[in-house]
């Protein structure tokens, strides 16, 4: 009893103690502080500047044929290619290489920007500012800018960052659709405004925007090409979608007629285009290669979609799985939804309508690969791309 007696003292008084200690020394310096270390409040969506150093890591050296580049999550990336300049030796005047290419990208979630160069195999962060939200990254050929859109609630927020500038250059409307840089200084989009879609330009170098033109068409992409804008009607599985040429008044000319589940991907020329659709006539999904300049429209056999596609030397290199060929019409809705993953292959077109095996991703990985955001280097040897499945940075070696 006495034994029980002194240990319920001893408790009693250090819990006194330490009652004493947080009187005196615990105290939050505000009601807000609380609610902080509980973690009731919600993360920040406005710009937070964080301070922190540049973070540099060594990535792993791996020289096979398919490298994983990054393990962040991206929301969207830019290939910058290599400075090159003219060797002064008179003996040997070959190129020399100033700067290796590198690769710029926008972290999902928290917009820092990070660069990996390709020469050292480095990666390094080279900017803090933190984006809350950020979905989706766009950026200039040459890196110098980039759009950042975020979540805002019911919408979405655009803002523009000159990287190395450190602040914000330019904030978008609300609910910007379509942000496309047209050059290293001007950057488009598009706005829904009393029932029709506005097409806008703004010069970084003029400060100033531009209406463009004006459609009625509503949930579409715009696709800027170097000869001339095409706008697409997003695809659906039980309504029609067709491609239109846009005239500077905004006046469409149909260029290929509505089909159901219509997706396409256009050259940078605007010269060619690989379109999908599902025939309801033969119950079957079919791609077809419209050639403006000669005036052809032949059977494909690869699947016209926009993420999956990119061309090298007017031919289309795409990415694509039996998910996404077979005859549901439904499969499209269902991949962009998540639903269901597209284990994917490389392939590229021939001038006969066929193509040719590239190679089997997922068998190179050992594990899915589901291609987005197809792109390549300007000297054609290298696709880079992002796997949907975790948004990480991919590269592969062409032969």
Request: glycine fraction near 6%; charge should be negative.
């Amino acid at each position: 009893m006495r034994i029980l007696t002194i240990t319920g003292i001893s408790i009693l008084v250090i819990l006194f103690a330490f009652w004493a200690y947080l009187l005196l020394f615990g105290a939050p310096k505000s009601v807000n502080d609380i609610f902080t270390d509980l973690g009731l409040t919600n993360g920040p969506t406005d710009i937070v500047i964080d301070s922190t150093e540049n973070q540099t890591t060594e990535l792993a050296n791996n020289e096979n044929k398919l490298v994983q580049l990054s393990t962040k999550s991206l929301a969207g990336f830019v290939y910058l290619p290599p400075i090159i300049a003219s060797s002064t030796s008179t003996s040997s005047p070959e190129a020399v290489i100033k700067s290796p290419a590198k690769l710029r990208y926008a972290e999902r979630g928290t917009g820092h920007v990070y660069e990996v160069d390709l020469g050292n195999n480095t990666e390094t962060r080279i900017s803090g500012t933190t984006v809350g939200k950020t979905i989706d990254a766009i950026f200039s050929s040459n890196g110098d800018y980039v759009a950042l859109i975020s979540e805002n609630g019911d919408n979405t927020k655009t803002n523009v960052y000159g990287l190395g500038i450190g602040n914000k250059v330019k904030e978008l409307p609300d609910n910007s659709y379509n942000v496309t840089f047209i050059d290293n200084s001007t950057v488009n989009y598009s706005l829904i405004e009393g029932g029709i879609t506005s097409a806008y330009s703004y010069s970084f170098d003029k400060n100033n925007t531009t209406k463009l033109w004006d459609t009625a068409l509503q949930d579409i992409d715009i696709i800027w090409t170097a000869n001339g804008t095409y706008v697409v009607n997003k695809p659906t599985p039980w309504l029609k979608s067709g491609i239109y040429r846009v005239s500077n008044n905004g006046s469409l000319t149909r260029v290929v007629a509505p089909q159901y589940s219509l997706t396409a991907v256009i050259n940078p020329d605007g010269n060619q285009i690989l379109y999908r659709y599902f025939d309801t006539a033969q119950k079957i999904i079919t791609s077809r290669l419209l050639d403006l300049a000669v005036d052809t429209n032949n059977i494909s056999t690869l699947v016209a979609i926009p993420e999956k596609c990119t061309f090298i030397d007017n031919k289309a290199l795409c990415a694509k799985s039996f998910a996404l060929e077979n005859n549901n019409r439904e499969s499209l809705n269902n991949w962009y939804r998540g639903e269901i993953v597209s284990n994917d292959t490389l392939w590229q077109d021939r001038e006969n309508g066929s193509a040719i095996l590239l190679d089997k991703l997922s068998d190179l990985a050992g594990f899915d690969i589901d291609v987005i955001n197809l792109t390549h280097s300007p000297d054609n040897k290298t696709l880079f791309f992002i796997n949907k499945i975790n948004d990480t940075l991919w590269t592969y070696h062409l032969n």
